[in-house]
């Protein structure tokens, strides 16, 4: 569960981030997680793949970022990417209402899986913005540091990269990405996918097709959001 020097990050990521491993408030939040750990509670995901979504997306290879909140906290859920679940586990309610917009949007097959590597591994960064979870606890590690961490995480492809297609879903998520600079970047907002408040737009909001309509008015390739049959 290590944080510091221990962590394996992307070199990409490392370089970019690296510093903010010596700052105090990641020394406060990895005692946190060293004293749960110690006090026998369970954090999901395992401490290994709490940068997940940074291994699987490199940052010169960031295309799209989907920003998220926590981690899923029920067993065997979640595994470092935003809004993706292992295989095997119940596809849950809101990426259940994502399947339904890219449906939709783009006519494509509703997957009968949650695991949304092949997503990660063509460029979209499945960004949450707590990387841990108690087991159960819902929301048990905000505040701890980790939402420093990952606005630092934004700034740096908001600096250092240029037109990478932010979808900002849900006013949490539209607060977190406020810093980003439309003029470099495409900024989608529409509301959450749970199913509390997809009706109010997100059901229709095309941003899968604007996503990969901007991306390809660039010269680059858009993203294949179909998924493997079988993760």
Request: glycine share 10%; aromatic share 10%; proline share 7%.
């Amino acid at each position: 569960m290590a944080l510091a020097r221990s962590v394996q990050l992307e070199p990409g990521w490392l370089q970019a981030l690296g510093d903010q491993f010596e700052q105090p408030y990641m020394q406060e939040l990895r005692a946190f997680l060293l004293a749960q750990k110690r006090a026998g509670k369970r954090i999901f995901p395992p401490g290994e793949e709490f940068f997940n979504a940074f291994n699987h997306t490199p940052l010169e290879r960031v295309k799209v970022v989907i920003l998220g909140q926590d981690p899923y906290h029920g067993e065997g859920q979640a595994h470092g990417l935003c809004f993706s679940v292992r295989p095997g586990v119940a596809v849950p309610p809101s990426l259940q209402n994502i399947y339904r917009e890219i449906h939709d949007e783009l006519g494509l097959p509703v997957p009968r899986h949650g695991h949304l590597t092949a997503w990660a591994d063509q460029g979209v960064l499945l960004l949450n913005s707590v990387l841990s979870v108690e087991c159960a606890q819902a929301a048990s590690h905000r505040g701890k540091g980790w939402e420093r961490f990952t606005d630092q995480v934004i700034q740096v492809i908001n600096e250092r990269r240029e037109g990478v297609v932010f979808m900002l879903w849900g006013s949490y998520a539209q607060r977190k990405g406020a810093i980003i600079d439309a003029r470099r970047h495409c900024v989608l907002k529409a509301p959450h996918p749970s199913p509390l408040s997809a009706h109010r737009g997100f059901f229709g909001c095309g941003h899968f097709k604007a996503a990969n309509d901007y991306l390809r008015s660039r010269g680059e390739e858009g993203i294949d959001w179909r998924l493997p049959d079988t993760p």
